[in-house]
Antibody, heavy 119, light 112 residues
Framework: EVQLVQSGAEVKKPGESLKISCKGS????????IVWVRQMPGKGLEWMGI????????RYSPSFEGQVTISADKSITTAYLQWSSLKASDTAMYYC????????????WGQGTLVTVSS | QSVLTQPPSASGTPGQRVSISCSGS????????VNWYQQLPGTAPKLLIY???QRPSGVPDRFSGSKSATSASLAISGLQSEDEATYYC?????????????FGGGTKLTVL
């Protein structure tokens, strides 16, 4: 079973860049899709986008297109979510999750990475 | 404003059966299976129901899903204190471009 381990909490200032990671526990990672989900403080879940690490096929949810970049390095079974210029409104918990197909609900989730953006 | 509408809260007593609704449209619930997630406080979401009414290994059969036209429901029978959590419905939506999955706003279930 693929387990997903996310990088640790981050505290950043507005305007700074950031890249958080989601590492899969085995080579099977490259045969699954990895999705990113945002949860702002006290709010619900939002799908951000999805990537297939095997060939880096990436799709974004309309609300997040152009706001973040999703990438992956299949050689180290790791997916990434990055920002070039953070805003205070990016403060949230970010989860990665695994799906066997782009049309199948993700079933394995990482523990989450808390990103705090404050001046 | 979520594309899928859920009541913000629900409650029940231990042993009771509760139902949580998820209302959508032809482009989402009317076209695709509805999935349900449980999020316990301070933890990552957990898949409860997928592909109409399938349960991942380890999810008790007290949880069941149903769908009719453009609405779906999650039913929890024999309510237990550990069921106190926020529940989200999720599916795809044909009206969106790109990655077209959507969540409901979530329903916080309180076990009285």
């Amino acid at each position: 079973e693929v387990q997903l381990v996310q990088s640790g909490a981050e505290v950043k200032k507005p305007g700074e860049s950031l890249k958080i990671s989601c590492k899969g526990s085995e080579n099977g990672f490259n045969n699954y899709w990895i999705v990113w989900v945002r949860q702002m403080p006290g709010k619900g879940l939002e799908w951000m986008g999805i990537i297939y690490p095997g060939d880096s096929d990436t799709r974004y949810s309309p609300s997040f297109e152009g706001q973040v970049t999703i990438s992956a390095d299949k050689s180290i079974t790791t997916a990434y979510l990055q920002w070039s210029s953070l805003k205070a409104s990016d403060t949230a918990m970010y989860y990665c999750a695994r799906s066997s197909h782009i049309v199948v609900a993700p079933d394995q989730w990482g523990q989450g990475t808390l990103v705090t953006v404050s001046s | 404003q979520s594309v899928l509408t859920q009541p913000p809260s629900a409650s029940g007593t231990p042993g009771q059966r509760v139902s949580i609704s998820c209302s959508g449209s032809r482009s989402n619930i009317g076209s695709y299976p509805v999935n349900w997630y449980q999020q316990l406080p301070g933890t990552a979401p957990k898949l409860l129901i997928y592909n109409r009414n399938q349960r991942p290994s380890g999810v008790p059969d007290r949880f069941s899903g149903s769908k009719s036209a453009t609405s779906a429901s999650l039913a929890i029978s024999g309510l237990q204190s550990e069921d106190e959590a926020t529940y989200y419905c999720a599916t795809r939506d044909d009206s969106l471009n790109g990655f077209n999955w959507v969540f409901g706003g979530g329903t916080k279930l309180t076990v009285l």
